[in-house]
């Protein structure tokens, strides 16, 4: 499955970088993530709640950024597994500040298997857009909350 998309962020382009390759504030933005935390360089372990439809679950995760071209770009590799099922992904953020606000583009490849595939794949997408909706929104108001800080 494809994913795609883009985002404002109304603040500078390394203010943005800083935030979306901060783990404390990514974990405190994804929706369903229970914990994040570093076990190497540019490699963490989260755990995340997952519910689609009727389909729930936890799923034990590790997420590695890759090809860091700072404030710019990275690509982000994620597997998970969980009691209905498994998700592999990889995708790259790209920073755009040739207009303001800053733009955050996203594109990806997304795999899901085990009985959570079962749910069909327009359910999947809409539970895909709605969770990056939700982590952008909550990313603004983190950025809002420290628009004192540069």
Do not use: R, V
């Given at each position: 499955m494809k994913i795609e998309g883009s985002h404002l962020m109304n603040a500078p382009r390394e203010r943005v970088?800083?935030?979306?390759?901060?783990?404390?504030?990514?974990?405190?933005c994804l929706p369903g993530c229970e914990k994040m935390k570093a076990v190497g360089e540019n490699l963490y372990e989260a755990t995340l709640k997952i519910g689609i439809g009727a389909m729930k679950g936890t799923f034990g995760s590790h997420i590695r950024m890759e090809m860091i071209d700072p404030e710019r770009q990275y690509r982000l590799v994620v597997e998970g597994k969980g009691a209905i099922g498994f998700l592999k992904g990889d995708g790259v953020i790209t920073l755009d500040d040739s207009t303001q606000p800053t733009k955050v583009i996203y594109q990806g490849d997304v795999q899901i298997g085990g009985l959570i595939a079962s749910v069909g794949q327009r359910m999947i997408q809409g539970f895909a857009k709605q969770t990056i909706s939700q982590f952008f929104a909550a990313m603004e108001r983190e950025l809002e909350g420290s628009g004192r800080e540069t």
């Open positions: 970088w800083k935030y979306l390759t901060d783990p404390t504030i990514i974990a405190k």
